[in-house]
Nanobody, 124 residues
Framework: QVQLVESGGGLVQAGGSLRLSCAAS????????MGWFRQAPGKEREFVST????????YYADSVKGRFTISRDNAKNTVYLQMNSLKPEDTAVYYC?????????????????WGQGTQVTVSS
């Protein structure tokens, strides 16, 4: 059992940066594959990034590759999403999620635990 709380969202100008945090309680984040997803109004939930529980390997959606970085700090039991060079199309609610496994980590249904989401708005 793990509980996740996202923070760090806000309003930022295009080209700016934000760092999202996902604080976990109940279990350590190193025990889980962690993922970031986002959902814009009227759009499907979209994979953003993941870090695997076993290897620590990271993967990114093509739309954010080179701009976003996922990381975890085991001492703080927190996963981060550093977002640079933000674009208006990055505007969405961002969700942190945890999975017990590693399979299909780019798919939302692989994750059993979800945070409440944090709003990111990028103005043009």
């Amino acid at each position: 059992q793990v509980q996740l709380v996202e923070s760090g969202g806000g309003l930022v100008q295009a080209g700016g940066s934000l760092r999202l945090s996902c604080a976990a309680s109940g279990r350590t984040v190193s025990s889980y594959t962690m993922g970031w997803f986002r959902q814009a109004p009227g759009k499907e939930r979209e994979f953003v990034s993941t870090i695997l529980r076993s290897s620590g390997s990271t993967y990114y959606a093509d739309s954010v590759k080179g701009r976003f970085t996922i990381s975890r700090d085991n001492a703080k039991n927190t996963v981060y999403l550093q977002m640079n060079s933000l674009k208006p199309e990055d505007t969405a609610v961002y969700y942190c999620a945890a999975s017990n496994g590693v399979a299909r980590s780019r798919e939302w249904f692989a994750y059993g635990y979800w945070g409440q989401g944090t709003q990111v708005t990028v103005s043009s």
